[in-house]
T-cell receptor, first 113, second 109 residues
């Protein structure tokens, strides 16, 4: 089983739609959680951190369920510019080591006009 | 503020050749990382550093070496390139969240 699993998609949605991505992680000791976005042939960029109480940043809402080891990202009112691959990222800090991130393979989103 | 920069952006090597990828960051981060990204595999950690003068192995370290002589720089070396090392290489830095450089596209023929 992969440490971080995501539905690869692709998700094709019309502009203005609401879309949700899910992610599960296998290591219950995971401590920090993030969503990154990656545009085609570009580097991953931090979209938002995910906090236990859930958090929102404009049209983006992230939620964490530690009991189910599940993370979600909700995008409301999709824009064409939201088209990208969304990476679920989990930090499991091993003793004495750096803050290693484990990346999901990503979910591809295309927002259609 | 340049953030994280990488050189070169593109490179084509023949099998057996060597090269060094340079990563520089201006955010005063202690932690720096090298990843490779292959289709369907996601990002995989090659090596990382927790500070100047330190390095450690990640998930896929074989065939690569690294050095961190200065806090702001992290070098990734391929001593004898193989076709299996054809990939996109990303450097990142960060003490919690990680910030990525633009990547180096390497092809080994």
């Amino acid at each position: 089983r992969k440490e971080v699993e995501q539905d690869p998609g692709p998700f094709n949605v019309p502009e203005g739609a609401t879309v949700a991505f899910n992610c599960t992680y296998s290591n219950s000791a995971s401590q920090s959680f993030f969503w990154y976005r990656q545009d085609c042939r570009k580097e991953p960029k931090l979209l938002m951190s995910v906090y236990s109480s859930g958090n929102e940043d404009g049209r983006f809402t992230a939620q964490l369920n530690r009991a189910s080891q599940y993370i979600s990202l909700l995008i409301r009112d999709s824009k064409l510019s939201d088209s990208a691959t969304y990476l679920c990222v989990v930090n499991t800090q091993s003793s004495g080591s750096a803050r290693q991130l484990t990346f999901g393979s990503g979910t591809q989103l295309t927002v259609l006009p | 503020n340049a953030g994280v920069t990488q050189t070169p952006k593109f490179r084509v090597l023949k099998t057996g050749q060597s090269m060094t990828l340079l990563c520089a960051q201006d955010m005063n981060h202690e932690y720096m990382y090298w990843y490779r990204q292959d289709p369907g595999m996601g990002l995989r950690l090659i090596h990382y550093s927790v500070g100047e003068g330190t390095t450690a192995k990640g998930e896929v370290p074989d065939g690569y070496n690294v050095s961190r002589l200065k806090k702001q720089n992290f070098l990734l070396g391929l001593e004898s390139a193989a076709p299996s090392q054809t990939s996109v290489y990303f450097c990142a830095s960060g003490n919690r969240e990680q910030y990525f450089g633009p990547g180096t596209r390497l092809t080994v023929t």
